[in-house]
C-alpha cells in the first residue's frame, strides 16, 4: 500500500489543524463542553466543510472518501474534538447515502452537511456485547407505515440527534444476520423516549426506548430486511475514523510527555535525561507510527469496497488501536507522575478517550476473532 499524501491530502490536514487550535486551545481540551459551545463548535464545522466531507457533491457534500475523513479524525483526535462528527457524518452519513432513496438523500444530507441536522445510529441492545447483528427491536408492517417496538443502547450522541436511525429486525430470529432494516425516526415522534448519559470521556450517549412508534413508509432505508451489510460497512467506516482519531490523541500525548520530561528536573537534571524513561517515549513514538499505519490500511480498505479486506484490515487497527491506545495513555500518565492524575493535566482527559475508544465499536478482543474469522473465510 502506498501511504503518501498529495497536495490536497496536506491543505486539508493543515486547515484542520488550524481549525482545531482556534476552537479548541490546548488549556481547553478534555474540559467538558455546554450546549452553546457543542452548537457553536458544530457550526464552525460544518462552514469548514467538515459535515459534509463524506457525503455526495449532489447532497451538498464533497464526496471524499475514508482517507479524507482518516486526516480529519487524526486532527480532531489530536485537539480531543469532532463531537459527533464520527457518529453523525461518518456513520449515519454513510448510511444515508448508501441506502437511502434520491428523495431521502435530498431530504436529509443537505442538512447534515449543513450542520442544521445532527443524526445518530440506534445499533446496540442490552446483554448483546458487540454483535450488533443480534437485534430484538422489531418493526412490524401496517397499512400506513411501520410499528416500531424496542430498546436501544449507546447511541453515541443520540441526546442531541434530530434523526434516529434505528436498525430493527422485520423478519427472522433475534440472531440473524438477515431480517435488518433501517428506519429513520424523528427523535420528537410519539414514543420515543430518550435518556442520555455522560461517557468516560466526557462525551455523550444514550439509551433509546421505542414504544409504538409510527413510521412512514417513506422512511424505511433501501429495502426491508437486506440492511446488513450496508450497517456492517457504516460500521467499518467509523471504526476507521476511530482508528485514526486514536493515532492523533496519542501523537498529542508524545508532544505533551517529551515537553514534560524536558522541563521537568529531578535529582538536578531534566527527566529527560535519564534513560529509562527515554526508552519509554522511544516505545511511544514506535506505537504511534503503528498506530498511523494501521490507521492509514484501514482507510484505504474502506476506500477500496472489498468486504472481506476491509473486515481484515478495520480489525487489526482497531485491535491495535485498543491494545496500544490504553498502554500509551497511562504510560504517559506515570511518566507525569502524581500531576498525571489531575483534571489540571490534559494527559489523563487523552487516556479517557483512548479507553473509549478501545471500549467502542468492539474491543481488541472481539476484532481479534472477527480478524481471525475472517482470514479462515478467505
Not at 443480534?134 to 411501520?146: F, H, I, K, S, Y
Request: charged content about 20%; hydrophobic content about 45%; overall charge negative.
Amino acid at each position: 500500500m502506498d501511504f503518501s499524501f498529495n497536495d490536497d491530502h496536506l491543505a486539508l490536514r493543515d486547515a484542520v489543524q488550524r481549525f482545531c487550535d482556534g476552537e479548541y486551545p490546548a488549556e481547553h481540551r478534555g474540559k467538558p463542553e455546554d450546549a452553546q459551545q457543542a452548537r457553536q463548535r458544530w457550526a464552525a464545522m460544518a462552514e469548514l466543510g467538515l459535515l459534509g466531507l463524506p457525503l455526495p457533491e449532489e447532497a451538498g457534500g464533497s464526496g471524499q472518501g475514508a482517507v479524507e475523513v482518516m486526516l480529519v479524525a487524526q486532527e480532531l483526535g489530536r485537539a480531543l474534538g469532532g463531537g459527533a462528527f464520527v457518529p453523525s457524518t461518518v456513520m449515519a452519513g454513510w448510511l444515508l447515502a448508501t441506502l437511502g432513496s434520491d428523495v431521502q438523500r435530498q431530504r436529509w444530507l443537505p442538512p447534515l452537511a449543513g450542520g442544521e441536522l445532527q443524526a445518530a445510529v440506534a445499533l446496540y441492545e442490552e446483554g448483546t456485547r458487540y454483535d450488533w447483528h443480534q437485534v430484538e427491536t422489531r418493526a412490524r408492517e401496517t397499512r400506513d407505515g411501520w410499528l416500531l417496538q424496542g430498546r436501544k443502547t449507546l447511541v453515541l450522541h443520540g441526546d442531541s440527534a434530530g434523526l434516529l436511525l434505528v436498525v430493527a429486525r422485520t423478519a427472522g430470529d433475534a440472531a440473524d444476520r438477515e431480517g435488518l432494516t433501517v428506519l429513520a425516526v424523528d427523535v420528537h415522534a410519539p414514543g420515543v423516549k430518550v435518556q442520555g448519559f455522560d461517557t468516560l470521556d466526557g462525551r455523550r450517549a444514550a439509551h433509546v426506548t421505542l414504544r409504538d412508534v409510527r413510521v412512514p413508509s417513506d422512511q424505511v432505508l433501501g429495502m426491508p430486511g437486506r440492511a446488513a451489510d450496508a450497517v456492517e460497512a457504516a460500521l467499518d467506516a467509523a471504526t476507521a475514523a476511530l482508528c485514526a482519531e486514536a493515532a492523533g490523541a496519542v501523537d498529542a500525548l508524545l508532544a505533551h510527555t517529551t515537553e514534560h520530561l524536558r522541563t521537568r528536573r529531578q535529582f538536578g537534571a531534566p527527566l529527560a535525561k535519564f534513560q529509562v524513561l527515554q526508552h519509554r517515549v522511544a516505545d511511544m513514538a514506535i506505537a504511534l507510527e503503528q498506530l498511523k499505519s494501521m490507521a492509514c490500511a484501514a482507510a484505504m480498505a474502506v476506500d477500496a469496497g472489498d468486504a472481506a479486506q476491509r473486515r481484515r484490515l478495520v480489525s487489526a487497527a482497531k485491535a491495535l488501536a485498543g491494545q496500544l491506545g490504553r498502554a500509551q495513555g497511562l504510560a504517559a500518565i506515570q511518566m507525569h507522575g502524581a500531576m498525571g492524575m489531575t483534571d489540571e493535566c490534559r494527559v489523563p482527559h487523552y487516556a479517557k478517550r483512548l479507553m473509549v475508544i478501545g471500549q467502542l465499536f468492539g474491543d481488541a478482543a472481539w476484532h481479534l476473532q472477527r480478524m481471525s474469522a475472517a482470514h479462515a473465510l478467505a
